[in-house]
Structures are given as structure tokens and as C-alpha cells.
């Protein structure tokens, strides 16, 4: 017996428009559907006139439904897989599916189609030959400033989704890891209240004080300046031979202002300084 084909389907991240002529045949074609939220796909159905059967595929459920749908594509039937917007498997369910239909060498199909942080970098006006894209930050604090820290030094621009609950503490978190860097909020892209703010992140964090925030958000961040690169080690051991002569400034403080004044990971100004300290001593 032949085996279906598994299709991953993009669907629109709010404007019912933004769909492809294959997508919609494929949709209308296939045995079955598996959905995120089989409501709100069954919207989009009804406005196309698609009649194909749903079943839920979603993040509670993912584990168990998928090998209900592998038996459906080993019996011949094609499935296409679809999340509540944009492309299936991206911050999504998806990917066990995917996963599994491969390992059952079922052929699996892309459809391509929207992606928020695609859509998003497009209008941002950030550099875009090369990006990160890093989905949902933590929701904790403590391990969102960890995350974004250990980003400090990035110098792709940098794409990430946020809750609305959570945008302003995130943005008052890169104000203190990221400093005045160029940054985009989007909200609600292609949707009838769609916005797209610019400024760093302590402006935004002003502008946005006064307002509930609501809706889907994609934040584009620029990437570090390239002058952290630009520093040698001769540029920190020059300033550090210059603070040595303080006794009262430790190894930790001299790091702390060489980093700052020459941007640079702090980290790294330490290391090299314990490199430069343990290279005296050996000359001594």
C-alpha cells in the first residue's frame, strides 16, 4: 500500500487573504486536517468553502494524536497539518509530528507561507541579510535576563515573540542587557489594528506606559554594534596596564570598566585580563 503524505500548510497570521492558491487546493484535497485549535481553523474553512474533516493536533496532545495521524498516512490517506496561524512546527505544534512521519518514511511536505517574524523583519528596517530568530523569551525573570545577557554580544539582528502580560517587563529587561539599541515592536500584523513602533527599548517602554497592550507581538532587535569586535587584546591590555596602578580597583573592577568603556563583554575583558595578569607573573 502506498502511504499519504504528511503536508505542513501555512495559514494566515490574521488577514484571511494572506493564503496561497496551492495552499487552499492541498486544504481541499487531503483526507484530513489536523489543526491547533480545529474552531478557529474551521473558520478559515468556511470562508473558502472547504468541507475536508478536522482533528485536533495541539500542544497537550501532540504526542498521543500524532500516532493516530501516522496510522491515517500508513493507510494511504494525505494529512495536511496546520497551526491557529502561520507556519505549523514555528513556536507551534508540528514538529513531534513531522518528526515521527520521517521516521515512519512517510514523505512530508512544506507549503510555504506566512511567518510573523519573517513578516515582521521585512518592515522593520533592521539589517536582514542575516537573523536570529529565538521564538518566546523565558517567562521567569531571572532566566529572561540570564537568556538575554547570553544574547548581549549577538550581532545578528535578533527576532522574538512576547505575551502582551509580559511585553514590559521584557522590554525594561533589554533596556538594562541591551542598552540604546534600535529595536521594533509589531503587533497584530496583517489584523485591522495593526502597529509597528520604533525607538529603543526605553523609549518604547515610555511610549507603550499609559496603554493596555493587547494582540500578538513580534519583537526585531537590532544586533550588537560591530565595535565590540573592534577591540583588540592590545586596547585592553593598553587601559589595563593603565588601572593596575590603583590598588583599590580588583581584577572584577577593572573588567567592569574596560568593558564598559571599550564594549565589550565583560566576560571576556576578564579572562583576558587574568591572561595578561598570569603573563606577569610568569615574567617576573
Not at 118 to 135: C, I
Not at 185 to 194: G, P, Q
Amino acid at each position: 500500500m502506498t502511504k499519504g503524505t504528511l503536508y505542513m500548510v501555512a495559514t494566515p497570521i490574521g488577514n484571511l487573504e494572506d493564503i496561497t492558491l496551492r495552499a487552499l487546493r492541498i486544504l481541499g484535497e487531503v483526507h484530513l486536517i489536523a489543526a491547533e485549535d480545529t474552531r478557529h481553523t474551521k473558520k478559515l474553512l468556511n470562508f473558502y468553502g472547504i468541507p475536508t474533516p478536522l482533528t485536533s493536533l495541539h500542544d497537550e496532545n501532540e504526542r498521543e494524536k500524532s500516532a493516530f495521524i501516522i496510522r491515517r498516512l500508513n493507510e494511504g490517506e494525505d494529512v495536511a497539518c496546520v497551526s491557529n496561524a502561520g507556519t505549523p512546527g514555528i513556536s507551534d505544534p508540528g514538529y513531534i509530528l513531522v518528526e515521527r512521519a520521517v521516521s515512519a518514511s512517510i514523505r512530508v511536505v512544506p507549503v510555504p507561507g506566512p511567518v510573523a517574524a519573517v513578516a515582521a523583519l521585512s518592515a522593520a528596517g533592521l539589517p536582514m541579510d542575516s537573523f536570529a530568530f529565538f521564538a518566546f523569551l523565558p517567562p521567569r525573570s531571572s532566566k529572561r535576563r540570564s537568556f538575554l545577557t547570553s544574547l548581549s554580544g549577538e550581532k545578528k539582528t535578533m527576532v522574538f515573540y512576547e505575551s502582551p502580560r509580559r511585553l514590559a517587563a521584557t522590554l525594561q529587561d533589554m533596556a538594562d542587557i541591551f542598552g540604546e539599541r534600535a529595536m521594533v515592536i509589531s503587533r497584530e500584523l496583517t489584523k485591522v489594528f495593526e502597529e509597528i513602533l520604533r525607538g529603543s527599548p526605553r523609549s518604547l517602554l515610555k511610549e507603550l506606559a499609559e496603554r493596555e497592550i493587547k494582540g500578538e507581538i513580534t519583537l526585531v532587535v537590532s544586533g550588537a554594534a560591530e565595535d565590540r569586535a573592534a577591540h583588540s587584546p592590545e586596547d585592553i591590555h593598553a587601559r589595563w596596564e593603565e588601572l593596575r596602578g590603583d590598588t583599590g580597583l580588583s581584577t572584577k573592577d577593572m573588567a567592569g570598566i574596560i568593558a564598559k568603556e571599550l564594549k565589550l563583554p565583560r566576560k571576556a575583558v576578564y579572562r583576558e585580563i587574568l591572561r595578561l595578569s598570569e603573563a606577569k607573573d610568569t615574567e617576573a
